[in-house]
């Protein structure tokens, strides 16, 4: 997990608490890109935005739309991120960055879990499913909403080029390959 | 000196008063080597606009080769009102004022709350922004909704003018409303909108092209950057001002708009061909719910 503020005042100054100016966006986003490249594959970054004041639009897309479309490029290889404690003006700011870029990212709620930015009903009703299982095959998903294999395995494969959910491979009960699609968040704690 | 130019200020000088008084400037062409002489005796009153758009004119009639003085007269409270501001650090003009008698009390509405200050990076835009934490109480959302605002507004001069600029905000209690108000002005001598989005908007003719670029910037989101994420800070200012039922002014070069307005009736509220005055000039006035309702935003007794 990351906290956002000590972020901040670490690389800023000890006394801020605000995220505004695309100057200050560009010098936090490039400390959580080099903390992301860091990490095992496979893993997700939690960033705690607690304590952070108000955002504003151009360092919520300096900071969040760049991350979370780099990620989505694979240019940091399977890693993830999710945001938790934002206040509802967090959301509402960047919402809009991500929504105008067609990015998403999954917050952590007091009750649970939300998408942020822009994501496609039907891939939405997939995570869901997912973020109630815990894990879902493409098998599963298939017989759950009754469709065609490939369907469903391309919906799976989609929020998982989306970093919403992690991908494992593993072997069926008949010996052959497939993939695991994992929530990112365990929700149920 | 080849000429001199008196110009009178209005007595309720602010963005709607402004243009009245910049018609009286002489073209450009007339401006070298002559003295503008800025006539405050009658002035009772002078928003954050008037302050911000009278330092850009200084520094235009400047940069054209005249010389602006001002004309106090014994109107001693607005020589005062001008100090406070900190309009001499910046207006480093002549100025005549006849000793008044002991100083009377200022009466006006609106008082002072942030004095100029230079925007020229973004250290400048958090330091008004740590200076609001720390003297204004407002409910959080309401607060870092006019951090935004503030913060938006500001960094258009760094990331649009090319030059720096200046943001500097009243505060008044409006004792028949009884509301309490920000009166914040963002303004700089730079490029203006219509230059910097004008390769964007070649195809307007130069009459209309100050006047297409406010609108655009304001109510579609246009930048010179063509990256997604651009121009979103201006249109969710406005929708932030508008939710708090605040008004939003903006003048660039020869053009001036009031948002929020319908979009059908656009020509009514936007004004085009006035006289021109370089950059971008930005007054907001932002209601803000301070409580209690006597203000403690009460006028600055003298001591």
């Known amino acids: 997990m990351l906290k956002l503020k000590e972020v901040i005042q670490k690389e800023i100054n000890g006394t801020y608490v605000d995220l505004v100016t695309r100057q200050v966006g560009r010098v936090v986003f490039s400390k959580l890109e080099s903390e992301i490249k860091g990490l095992a594959e496979g893993t997700v970054l939690v960033i705690d935005f607690s304590g952070i004041?108000?955002?504003d639009y151009s360092c919520a897309d300096e900071i969040f739309a760049k991350l979370i479309s780099r990620l989505q490029l694979n240019e940091y290889g399977e890693k993830y991120i999710a945001f938790k404690n934002l206040t509802s003006g967090h959301?509402?700011?960047?919402?809009?960055?991500?929504?105008?870029k067609d990015?998403?990212?999954?917050?952590?709620?007091?009750?649970?879990?939300?998408?942020?930015?822009?994501?496609d009903d039907y891939l939405l009703q997939t995570l869901k499913v997912i973020m109630k299982e815990g894990q879902l095959s493409s098998s599963e998903l298939s017989v759950r909403f009754d469709l065609a294999l490939n369907t469903a395995s391309m919906r799976?494969?989609?929020?998982?080029?989306?970093?919403?959910?992690?991908?494992?491979s593993s072997v069926n009960t008949v010996g052959k390959r497939c993939f695991i699609y994992n929530a990112l968040l365990d929700t149920k704690n | 000196m080849s000429h001199i130019y008196r110009l009178v200020v209005p007595a309720i000088f602010n963005p709607n008063s402004f243009e009245y008084f910049l018609d009286q400037?002489?073209?450009?062409?007339?401006?070298p080597q002559s003295l503008i002489l800025l006539d405050l005796g009658l002035v009772s009153a002078i928003s954050p606009y008037g302050?911000?758009?009278?330092?850009?004119?200084?520094?235009?009639?400047l940069n054209l080769g005249a010389r602006l003085e001002i004309d106090f007269y014994d109107n001693d409270s607005m020589y005062r009102r001008f100090q406070r501001w900190g309009m001499f650090e910046y207006m480093p003009c002549g100025y005549n004022r006849k000793d008044a008698s002991s100083a009377e009390e200022e009466n006006l509405s609106t008082d002072i709350f942030l004095k100029l200050q230079l925007i020229k990076s973004e250290d400048d835009i958090y330091k008004a922004i740590e200076f609001l934490r720390e003297n204004l109480q407002l409910p959080q959302e309401e607060f870092t909704d006019l951090i935004v605002v503030i913060s938006e507004i500001t960094q258009n001069i760094l990331e649009h003018s090319d030059?720096?600029?200046?943001?500097?905000?009243?505060?008044?209690?409006?004792?028949?409303?009884?509301?309490?108000?920000?009166?914040i002005c963002v303004a700089d001598s730079g490029l203006g909108m219509g230059q910097s989005l004008k390769e964007k908007l070649r195809h307007y003719q130069d009459d209309y092209l100050d006047g297409f670029a406010i609108y655009k910037a304001l109510y579609e989101g246009i930048s010179r950057y063509d990256d997604p994420g651009r121009g979103n800070g201006v249109i969710k200012t406005?929708?932030?001002?508008?939710?708090?039922?605040?008004?939003?002014?903006?003048?660039?070069?020869?053009?001036?708009l009031w948002g929020d307005v319908p979009t059908w009736q656009i020509e009514r509220f936007l004004r085009k061909n006035l006289r021109y005055l370089p950059g971008t000039q930005v007054h907001i006035t932002f209601p803000i719910s301070v409580s209690p309702v006597e203000p403690s935003c009460a006028l600055i007794k003298k001591s």
């Open chain 1, 53 to 55: 004041g108000a955002i």
């Open chain 1, 91 to 100: 959301k509402e700011n960047i919402q809009i960055v991500l929504e105008k």
């Open chain 1, 103 to 119: 990015l998403a990212v999954l917050i952590r709620e007091k009750n649970g879990w939300d998408i942020l930015g822009a994501l």
């Open chain 1, 156 to 168: 799976l494969s989609n929020l998982s080029k989306l970093r919403l959910v992690s991908k494992k």
């Open chain 2, 25 to 31: 400037l002489p073209s450009p062409d007339d401006l």
């Open chain 2, 51 to 61: 302050i911000g758009s009278l330092l850009i004119l200084y520094r235009y009639t």
């Open chain 2, 163 to 183: 030059t720096e600029g200046f943001l500097n905000i009243g505060r008044e209690y409006h004792r028949i409303r009884r509301r309490n108000f920000l009166h």
């Open chain 2, 238 to 256: 406005r929708g932030i001002v508008k939710k708090y039922h605040g008004k939003m002014v903006i003048r660039s070069g020869c053009a001036k």
